[in-house]
């Protein structure tokens, strides 16, 4: 279903029905650009921290706008082993409804329009006729000054100003006597005839004020006085004659208009609250940038810590799946070698996997997957939503006996839950939303700075007795330089020390000297966690983005390299002979080898409980919706589990997880 401003009253029941009814909830968004500075290359470091990479993303991408957003809903029926889709795509426009509304600010990229226009992208129709949105701060603001405006009315009718003591007719500018005369003039003639109203020729805003006082000290009833706007955008005062009782209607008549005004500012944010509020899986591609626009165009500004980043995010979508990150790691890597959205596409309507069947509503949208119309938002997210679904039902093929349909709420998915893809790092393949992120040991990086004449060919002439190296620059002075072997570290530190036109460190002293400038500008709180100015409790109660999940995280302390052997997702690298899961019939479980299946065991390893014992089919759907005190159990569970695996597991060779 297409939606604009012009139909987006008739839709918004439609989707809040259909995200209620919902067993997951597909997302994309598509932008007017990607990076206000940097080049990708520079904007996504190899290198990068988890922590770099969100402040780049905050600092060069969110000025950008989001101005298409796509929304497939999927509903499973059970009695046609079928989902039920009902695709939405939004055109979003931040159009001001009146002078006081926000004035948005974004800019474009040309080669983000280029591609766009190519894939012919209407943007008539995002300018024209886009919806409008209002974060919730943005909306109390606005509400704020219609309770004050609501507070001037007078006998006279409603009214933009009223004067004071220092302001009276008598202080009017000599320029302006002659128009307010001819005003007073106009008023007079109206009184004595029949006409019911009058039309004041455009005026400047002062001049509309000084009207209002003239007026309202001259005639104190029997007037009703309203500023309208003409289809040329101009504004001008209509004054009506009025009895007591007319005068209210009209009062009233106009605060419901300005309701509806407000409310329909107010317009797209409405359908994120109502995501939001449904506590649903949300399953994007390759989500990160659209959840960092989605919050903070929609919810607020991006705080500047990314520890308070998902804390918020997680406050509005309590569960998130990336199609891209799960498409890349076991059970699927082995079997899936390109995983852009289209060709991942492709690659799951072939075996071993199978394309859902599904069934759309004749008053929605249906697509043809045979013709692909890649880049709108709203097919990329039906697309994506049947990534998943055939992602998932192939892990129900390792239970025995196999299962043809995994529900999103099933357990076997929780491994996968809040991970956001991170593109092109080299050894964190995601950003963990939950907790802690990897800290990956990179011994044989070196940080270095030089010049900024020099290019990448001076780089390899330098470090030419080292072997093979690998460059990713960070700006123009400076880059890290990854050296094959580690033990080549030290005596490349050594080699530079007396140099005068380049400095060379470790990565470790690099951290280190950025920790102690990140340090030097934060508060910290008595409880010795760090103290944060953005206000995410406020905003998921006051905002509407409250919900029975409402995730509570505490700042977190990144593992030490010793406990990534297990904590760094090691379910994925572990592996032995692929194995099934049978379940016996008295809920005991064994486990029965199954050929060309290698590395699925690994996978299965996730879904041990805390006894050890694996899941069966009696057990992998029994993962309802859970509450934030379920939520903190199963926290609480995970983080045993790590700590219990990590005293028994043995060193791995690298300390993170190979999903590439």
Known sequence: MEVTRQNFKEALPKLCEAVEEAD????????????????????TNGLDTPEERYCKLRKHSMNFLLFQFGLCTFKYDPTQSKYITKAFNFYVFPKPFNRTSPDIKFICQSSSIDFLASQGFDFNKVFCSGIPYLTQEEESQLREQYEERRGQMNGNGSITYTPNSSMSVNHIPEDQRAFIKTVEEKVDDLLKNSEKSVDLESCTGFQRKLI????????????????????????YIQISKVDDE?????????????????????????????????????VGHNMLLDVMHTVHQFCGPLPEDLDDFKEVTMSVFPRLVDTKLMASMQPFKEIIHNTSLGELHKRLREKPFKSPQTECPDDFQSYDTSSEQLHEAGYDAYITGLCFISMANYLGTFLTPPKSHIAARSKLLEPFYNKLFLMRVIDIPYLNMCGPDLQPKRDHVLYVTFPKEWKTCDLYQLFSAFGNIQVSWIDDTSAFVSLSQTEQVQIAINTSRYAESYRIQTYAEYLQS????????????SDGWSD???????????SGFSHSRQ????????????????????????YCSAKKIKTDGDGSQTHAGVSGSEGASSWL???TDEGGACLGQDQEEAAPDASSTSQGKRNRKHKKRTSDASETTPPLLFDVPQVW
């Open 551 to 574: 995730h509570s995280m505490k700042r977190s302390i990144s593992p030490s390299l010793e406990e990534q052997n297990c904590n760094a997702d090691s379910s994925w690298t572990h």
């Open 246 to 282: 007319e005068r209210r209607r009209r009062e009233q008549q106009k605060q419901q208009r300005e309701q509806e005004e407000l409310n329909d500012a107010v317009g797209f944010s409405r359908v994120i609250r109502a995501v939001s509020k449904s506590g649903k899986l949300i």
């Open 24 to 43: 997951f909830i597909a997302i994309d968004g598509e932008f007017t650009g990607i990076s206000d500075g940097p080049s990708v290359s520079a904007l």
């Open 514 to 525: 950025r920790q102690k400038s990140t340090n030097t500008n934060r508060r910290w709180a």
């Open 212 to 235: 209002y006082q003239t007026l309202n000290s001259r005639y104190s009833k029997g007037l009703h006085v309203e500023t309208l706007e003409n289809d040329k955008k101009e504004r």
């Open 532 to 542: 944060t100015s953005y206000g995410a409790a406020a905003m998921t109660t006051t």
């Open 605 to 607: 390893e996730q879904q």
